[in-house]
């Protein structure tokens, strides 16, 4: 099977402009979940989809938002960039049974650089 | 809240020996799971190992192994007969429910030939 596949996989914007970041899940996964990498805070849930569904969120502001499509691709967008948006930016997909985790699987990550 | 702590920013191993990281976590939930993530120069997170709370035996997958420790809410990774491929950050996380998962701040493995 493919792997997560995230497209793109660098993006430079500037302060205030907005980015749609996309990723692919592994065939068959139905949960998405994205993730913020930064040097000072870590690895920072920021919601999860399943099948079309936010079923939770982190503690981001509501300038980050998701949404996740029928074929369970899911994209994520961030409105009116700040600086310390600048991060690496992870979607994991997972293929969750009922009373039970199933592992997330991450993709390569989309870095963006936020000038 | 769940909380989860890597206390060795740094380890470094020389090739073919065995290296130690550990991980505490907190929780009051019983029903949980454990991960170890490894996450090379090239920024992808691959899967190590995985545990789940109610299973006593500790994880093996070939040369890694992890100790858990349920009541003292441990759970460390030992890496048996290091490669140089072992160079990577290595993040403990904790999975409860929701598709979240919490991270440790993670320990950075050299391994020197």
Same mark, same amino acid.
């Given at each position: ?6 497209? @793109? ?15 692919? /899940? ?12 930064? /040097? ?55 293929? /969750? ?10 993709? @390569? ?7 | 809240?769940?909380?989860?702590? *890597? ?31 490894? *996450? ?28 858990? *420790? ?44």
């Amino acid at each position: 099977k493919a792997g997560v596949t995230q497209t @793109p996989r660098y993006l430079i914007k500037t302060r205030g402009q907005q980015v749609t970041l996309s990723c692919s /899940p592994i065939s068959g996964h139905r949960s998405v979940s994205w993730y913020q990498q930064t /040097p000072g805070q870590g690895l920072q849930f920021l919601f999860e989809y399943f099948s079309e569904t936010q079923r939770n969120k982190g503690n981001f502001p509501g300038r980050f938002s998701g949404r996740q499509f029928s074929n369970s691709r899911s994209e994520m967008n961030v409105s009116t960039l700040e600086l310390g948006d600048s991060a690496l930016y992870l979607c994991a997909s997972s293929a /969750p049974r009922l009373g039970a985790a199933e592992t997330q699987y991450f993709g @390569p990550g989309t870095r963006l650089l936020v000038l | 809240a769940q909380t989860v702590t *890597q206390s060795q920013p740094e380890m470094s191993v020389q090739e073919a020996e065995t290296v130690t990281l550990s991980c505490t976590y907190d929780t009051s939930e019983s029903n949980y799971y454990l991960f170890w993530y490894k *996450q090379p120069p090239s920024r992808q997170m691959i899967l190590v190992i995985r545990q789940e709370a109610y299973k006593q035996q500790n994880a093996t997958e070939n040369r890694f192994s992890v100790n858990f *420790q349920k009541a003292a809410k441990s759970f460390s990774l030992k890496i048996s007969d290091s490669q140089l491929g072992d160079t990577a950050m290595y993040f403990c996380a904790f999975y409860n429910q929701g598709g979240k998962l919490i991270f440790g701040q993670g320990t950075e493995l050299s391994v020197k030939p």
